[in-house]
């Protein structure tokens, strides 16, 4: 498990640009029957990536769990969302088997024990995207279809950021402790999310670039909003926000993210926003 620290806002204005991406970025999340984590002091979250192709994988193959979170089994005290980017599969909770096909979810609440990941077809394996939060009690485990999500449309094509938001992990759809996920779809001819930017002190968010066409990036911006920084991201990475960050991008085509949320409450539209004419 790659293990993140905290980063401060002062010491962050220093970074270049291989320092940077090494505290945040999060790269090579999909490789074979293979468990990736990654393991940030921010909030204690946990971004994870799966993808089984000759065998099924328990979320916790290559994780030390007692040194990593002092427990005896990885949801003990922890609950996650789970989002399938790939072809289809099955996610298996304590012998419940859960059909997962492209841009459904599964939340997993506190407590489940065994969690074992499948492809139906090894050609085209399934690409289970995760992130976990700390919990401090139990819920529903409980699978969202993509067109069970509730749906947000904003921004328009003048702005070049008309999108619709796809609420998954969310108080309007189901209950959980303290994580919130959710997928943003860019329509073509848009590029532009999270406008105008904003902070949330109260929370921190972890952002995952996907269906980016090839040759083509999504430069994220990041940082305080008077002291920009920005990562320019591949297809299927993932980036690490810290609450005292922006959090937004411009691709050089359209794409879709899906983001996490863990914190100090689950209020979608509790958000600092900066003016754009502001940003420096």
Known sequence: MDIRYSCNQRDFKRYTTEETRKEFLIENLYVPDEVVAVYSHVDRMVTMGVMPVTQSVSIDKGIDIWKNFGTSYFLERREIGIFNIGGSGTVSVDGTVYPMGYKDCLYITRGAKEVLFASDDSAKPAKFYMVSAPA????ETKLIKIADAAKKPLGAMETS?????NQFIHPDVLKTCQ???GMTVLEPGSVWNTMPAHTHERRMEVYMYF???????????MGEGQETR?????????????????????GTSN??????????NQAFDDMDTI??????
């Open 275 to 280: 003016p754009t004419t502001e940003l420096r």
């Open 255 to 264: 794409y879709t993210f899906i983001w996490a949320m863990g914190g100090e």
């Open 211 to 221: 269906e980016v066409p090839e040759n083509n990036v999504v430069f994220h911006m």
């Open 230 to 250: 920005h990562i320019v991201m591949q297809n299927e990475q993932a980036v690490i926000s810290p609450s005292w960050s922006i959090h937004a991008g411009a």
């Open 136 to 139: 401090h009690c139990s819920y």
């Open 161 to 165: 950021n008309k999108r619709v938001i």
């Open 179 to 181: 994580l919130s996920m």
